[in-house]
């Protein structure tokens, strides 16, 4: 084609082009539902229109120009809130409850978001999960999150949240993660807890709280992936824990107890397979340590220090990479890498 023929032909086309240009917004701007803008309209106002989500205005779209959420690309319907670092102020707004096909909801990183956890909340039956770590929320743990069905994880760590743990949340039947951890939490641990279950294992932690009582014996058997429960005031016998994660061979199990007042007779524990990791230091633990561990091929941290323990540290496995700061302060400990056994 000759080059002016190109030339007319461009010209020509030139107004369909420009309108196909604009095609994909338009469709964008109809796909966004205008129950779901509404409600995110009044859960910005709410947190005090934050620099964070700007772009929220009531003349975008909210599908294809706003930032820190996201909808279904064939109903338009929002799906997920992502919103960290943020100048957000004031408690979780009601208006969040509005938006029924919301899967993730994440506010975290964010020290001005305060109060306790709107009733609202439960109307979001189709909620996966619930991300809120680094924040203030304070007050109970409602017991209502333990009918939100569909939670699969639960983060609401490094906040002020007081009160015992509700026994309702060990119900909800996908949940496969829950971090309680650096909170205020007071009271037991509760059985259902233990009772929780996930194909692909399970990730707890409820370090850095005020938790007492004894380890539930409702772990037996559980197929824990990870399990932190450090620097709470945990009493009695928690080997339960160590045969748990039997579930699989290919992923290891790390668990860490360490700084709490546990008291037990550790040469009468059994250990999983496929333990990985294992911190008891800072308790009151007694007997000897099991030569099972040495033969452990995935076991690759172990701490013990700062309990009661006797005897000769077995050699082999894990224990030819540890230092005395594994088994130092206990009460007669020996063998390398201690001193020699007398």
Known sequence: MAPILLIR???????????LSYLPTALSAARCN?????????????????????????????????????????TGRVTSIHISYSEAAGPLPAAVGDLPYLTTLILRKSPNVTGTFPPALTKLTNLKMLWMDWNSLSGPLPDFLGRMAKLEYINLSFNKITGS???????????????????????????????????????????????????????????????DLSRNQLTGDPSVLFQTGGWTSSILVFIDLSRNQLEFDLSKSQFSSNLGRLELNHNRVYGKIPTQLAKLDGLHSFNV??????????????????????????????????????
């Open 34 to 74: 205008s129950a779901d803008k509404r409600a995110l309209l009044r859960f910005k106002k709410a947190l005090g229109n934050p620099y964070t989500i700007i772009t929220w205005t009531a003349d975008t779209d909210c599908c294809s120009q706003w930032l820190a959420m996201e909808c279904d690309p064939d």
């Open 9 to 19: 032909l461009v010209l020509q086309l030139l107004p369909l082009l420009l309108l």
């Open 165 to 227: 743990i509700p026994p309702s949340l060990g119900k909800l039947p996908k949940l496969q993660a829950i971090f309680l951890d650096r909170n205020r939490l007071t009271g037991t641990i509760p059985e259902s807890i233990g009772l929780l279950h996930h194909p692909d294992g399970l990730y707890i932690r409820l370090s850095h709280n005020n938790l007492t009582g004894p380890v539930p014996q409702s772990f037996k058997g559980s197929n824990i992936s990870q399990i």
């Open 305 to 342: 220090s700062y309990n009661r323990l006797c005897g000769e540290i077995p050699q082999g496995g894990v224990f030819d990479s540890l230092t005395e700061y594994e088994f130092f302060h206990n009460r007669c400990l020996c063998g390398k890498p201690l001193a020699p056994c007398k």
